[in-house]
């Protein structure tokens, strides 16, 4: 599966963009938001300070979410919508349902990070990893993504498969190796793994020992780390080396309804997203995502990111969708 760099094509000053207006006043729009609760709130608290606009903001999950824009269609009261995922921002797109994003607002973060087409905005990343206990000789820890649906994973291995993060993985497998692999690979990972409901409840699992490993987001066992306590975590992460459809950073981004009745206010927030202050928020929160704005670091000095997959090779991931449905495991 192609990548790209997460350095290219982004302007390192962009001072003109870096904050919004403080001419929003009075204005209120409607956000739903997919993204860690947490951050989201931090994010709207911090945007309606420095602008005078009042944000409600709707948290679900964002799969859900799109559902429902797609039900509102143009009556929908949501100005923006902020997924964790490209998936749901690519479905919204392809039903007409999304406003060209500000050229001014694009270049603050690198292109690759946004929609090609110019209609929603990359605001952070992430990165999935390999999260195993400690007791797992660095020998025997998986190579390639694909070793997990192999026998020496069996009964070892944990999965969350609802999580909205976990199908862009299977169209990765499906991009590199073919629909056929991409079954198998499920069938042999549910043969071997026993199904958590979510992400929090895998990464405990596998500190506490009841499995050996699974795929997750990396700011899962960063948040265990800051629960549990650094000198009591029993886990490591581990990333699958560049090329492999394991090796995946993917982003969280932003878009404002083409039905928005607040263009002006909306696309004002999807810049404040992309803007300094709101980057340094998302570098500092409890999320431990990758921030991508050029010259802002995480300050937990999470590893370097890597390549991020183009917007375009997750789609809209419905095909992942109903590949877990065919193995049952959705």
């Known amino acids: 599966m192609s990548s790209v760099s997460l350095t290219s094509s982004?302007?390192?000053?962009?001072?003109?963009?870096?904050?919004?207006?403080?001419?929003?006043?009075?204005?209120?729009?409607?956000?739903y938001s997919g993204q860690h609760e947490q951050t989201a709130q931090l994010l709207v608290d911090d945007f309606q300070k420095r602008t005078g606009a009042v944000v409600k903001l709707k948290s679900d999950d964002e799969a859900s979410l799109a559902g429902q824009v797609l039900q509102e269609g143009s009556a929908s009261p949501a100005d923006v919508f902020f997924a964790e995922n490209p998936p749901s921002l690519t479905t919204l797109q392809e039903n007409g349902l999304l406003a060209k994003i500000d050229s001014s607002t694009l270049t603050q973060v690198p292109a690759a990070a946004s929609s090609p087409d110019g209609v929603w905005?990359?605001?952070s990343a992430r990165a999935v990893a390999f999260a195993a206990a400690n007791s797992v000789a660095a020998a025997d820890l998986p190579k390639s993504v694909m070793d997990l649906a192999g026998p020496s994973w069996k009964g070892k291995l944990g999965i969350a498969p609802s999580e909205t993060d976990f199908s862009p993985v299977i169209t990765a497998i499906i991009k590199d190796k073919g629909a056929d692999a991409a079954k198998a690979w499920l069938e042999g990972i549910k043969a071997n793994g026993k199904v958590y409901g979510d992400n929090e409840t895998l990464i405990a699992a596998i500190d506490k020992g009841e499995v050996q490993?699974?795929?997750?987001?990396?700011?899962?066992?960063?948040?265990?780390?800051?629960?549990?306590?650094?000198?009591?975590?029993?886990?490591?992460?581990?990333?699958?080396p560049a090329g492999d459809p394991g090796a995946l950073v993917d982003v969280s981004g932003a878009a404002v309804l083409q039905s928005s009745a607040h263009p002006a206010a909306a696309q004002a927030f999807v810049a404040y997203l992309v803007s300094a202050p709101a980057q340094q928020i998302i570098a500092t929160s409890h999320s431990y995502e990758y921030p991508l704005r050029p010259g802002v670091t995480s300050a937990a000095h999470l590893p370097a990111i890597g390549t991020i997959v183009s917007p375009t090779e997750l789609g809209d991931g419905k095909p992942a969708l109903s590949m877990l449905q065919d193995v049952g495991l959705l």
Request: hydrophobic share 40%; aromatic share 12%; charged share 15%.
């Open 10 to 31: 982004a302007a390192t000053s962009g001072a003109a963009a870096s904050e919004p207006s403080p001419s929003l006043a009075g204005q209120t729009i409607t956000v």
């Open 121 to 123: 905005a990359g605001v």
């Open 213 to 240: 490993g699974g795929l997750v987001d990396h700011y899962y066992w960063y948040r265990l780390r800051d629960e549990v306590g650094a000198a009591k975590v029993d886990s490591a992460l581990h990333y699958f």
